[in-house]
């Protein structure tokens, strides 16, 4: 029965490798982080191939995150219940060690186990068992990278989150929705006409976006489980920009009903509708705060473009970039204390963070045409589009600019990211 379950998980393996081998977004390492822990990740016991593939991912996640220096363990198998010979990893250079085993059962489920030890101190910091079928093993090692991750670091792991972006081929659009690191990517909507603007409930389960299959920008919150979806926003003239209250219930849009770009509050389910200013200029890009108190957004109400701030509950706007003429797509992190947009720099289109407390700028990014910032739900990592070679990709730097990475689709432009947030 093991050798049939084997083939089975063998098979299945293969068949989703050629599949995301089509669509995946391919992860390229174009810089990593500084003061990095040694980390040794031997190879789990159990049937070869899924163990190994299982293993990889982990590997994988840990090793782009740039918090890690994975040290060589090839050719050595170890599970959780074998002590660890400290000495001997400590002499490799390793801090940590992490070791596990997956084992089948008749009805084609799988347990994995795992332990991390600490070869300092010579004990044990974390172990678990996660039950799990064929499909589910990627996710499995995307949750093992987040514990290791969170136990290793002291923040949360984001290996199990998703990303949402747009990839553009001749004559199609389609939104799409793929695990952080680019793989088991699947369409949400496709479209003959464009789709931009995508943006994450706070609980993770609907995305509003942006259609013009209507031949007009229209508002849409679409139900990821279901695949139904309604009009949220879709009056006269130009919808546009949504973006989410902290508690879901309403969406911060951008309308051209009443005349010029004007930022409104409309109820999720489209109903409610309210103009939150009223400005001589373009007010566009809201964002709210983590808080829920303020909306930061991008007008030019002061001659160019700049990111403003404005209570929800009403008063007067405030500015909040200063330096250089061109600030724009204003994003907050998780916790509210970095603000992440867009800036011109010598005539290149660049990443850059403000710390709100000491109104200090970063710029991070070293590429020309950046657009559509969006934090990582723990704080750590920004993604964002940008153009290499003519053609649309994204890209990931962390917040103190020493972590990049870039993901691309072959022969398609990928454009519009959003990282979703935790599922609650």
């Known amino acids: 029965m093991k050798k049939h379950i084997s083939r089975l998980a063998i098979g299945a393996l293969f068949a989703v490798a050629t599949h995301l081998a089509q669509a995946q977004l391919s992860i390229e390492i174009t810089g990593a982080g500084a003061n990095r822990l040694p ?3 031997a190879d789990f016991g159990g049937e070869r191939v899924v163990s190994q593939a299982l293993t990889s991912v982990i590997r994988s996640d840990l090793e782009r995150s740039g918090r890690f220096n994975l040290v060589d363990t090839t050719g050595v198998t170890m599970d959780e219940n074998t002590s660890p010979n400290y000495a001997d990893w400590k002499s490799r250079g390793a801090d940590a060690l992490a070791a596990g085993s997956l084992s089948s059962s008749a009805d084609s489920r799988y347990e994995t186990r795992f332990r991390l030890y600490d070869t300092q101190k010579q004990g044990v910091v974390a172990g678990q068992a996660l039950a799990h079928n064929t499909t589910q093993i990627r996710a499995t090692a995307h949750r093992i990278a987040d514990i290791i991750y969170e136990k290793l670091t002291g923040e949360r792991g984001i290996f199990s989150t998703r990303i949402a972006y747009v990839v553009k081929s001749p004559g199609r659009f389609e939104l799409q929705i793929a695990d952080a690191d680019g793989n088991g990517a699947q369409a949400a909507l496709a479209s003959r006409e464009p789709i931009i603007s995508p943006a994450w409930s706070p609980d993770a389960s609907k995305l509003a976006y942006v259609s013009f299959e209507a ?9 990821l489980a279901t695949g139904k979806r309604h009009i949220a926003a879709n009056f006269k003239g130009s919808n546009s920009a949504p973006a989410w209250s902290p508690d879901g219930q309403k969406l911060a849009v951008v309308l ?3 005349g010029a770009s004007q930022l409104y509050l409309v109820n999720a389910d489209g109903s409610g ?21 303020f909306i930061y957004f991008t007008s030019d109400r002061g001659g160019s473009p700049q990111v403003y701030r404005q209570p929800v509950a009403g008063g007067p706007a405030q500015r909040v ?17 970095m603000l992440a947009f867009v800036t011109r720099d010598s005539g290149r289109f660049r990443v850059a963070v403000m710390d709100l407390a000491t109104r200090q700028i970063q710029v991070l990014t070293d590429t020309a045409k950046d657009e559509s910032p969006s934090f990582a739900p723990n704080g750590r990592m920004i993604l964002f589009a940008t153009e290499v070679g003519g053609r649309g990709v994204l890209a990931a730097v962390s917040t103190d600019g020493r972590v990049k990475q870039r993901l691309s689709v072959q022969a398609a432009d990928v454009r519009e990211p959003a990282w979703a947030p935790f599922n609650r």
């Open 39 to 41: 980390l040794a990740i």
């Open 215 to 223: 031949k007009k920008p229209v508002v849409y919150v679409h139900d």
């Open 256 to 258: 051209t009903k009443d």
């Open 273 to 293: 509708v309210v103009r939150l200013a009223s400005s001589s200029g373009i007010d566009t890009e809201p964002q709210f705060s983590p808080d829920g108190e």
């Open 321 to 337: 970039t200063f330096d250089g003429s061109y600030n724009v797509t204003p994003r907050l992190s998780p916790d509210g204390k």
